[in-house]
Nanobody
């Protein structure tokens, strides 16, 4: 059983910052990547940022240069620093862990609301 817990969501005014954290626990094989995704009302879930076991990172186009992902994949933790937040960043943010030998798990999500 693998459990992911996200924290750090909340409400912020446009231009503000939030930091999300994700911790995965349980019986899990070697981690290949950890990633953050978001789902806004009426929209499909989209990739926000990903970090791999090699330390490579990638970002969705809309968050590049504003968000920064970090992580310790040996400890199965990841943070997402979100700066210069915009109302269109409002969504439920989910953490995901991907195993090197298969298996993927999602967190329960944390709400981020950005007011204009």
């Amino acid at each position: 059983q693998v459990q992911l817990v996200e924290s750090g969501g909340g409400w912020v005014q446009s231009g503000g910052s939030l930091r999300l954290s994700c911790v995965a626990s349980g019986n899990f094989n070697k981690t290949y990547s950890m990633s953050w995704h978001r789902e806004a009302p009426g929209k499909l879930r989209e990739l926000v940022a990903i970090i791999t076991m090699m330390g490579a990172t990638d970002y969705g186009v809309s968050v590049k240069d504003r968000f920064t992902i970090s992580g310790d994949l040996e400890k199965n933790t990841s943070d997402l620093q979100m700066n210069n937040l915009k109302p269109e960043d409002t969504a439920v943010y989910y953490c995901k862990i991907q195993g090197l030998y298969g298996g993927a798990y999602w967190g329960q999500g944390t709400q981020v609301t950005v007011s204009s």
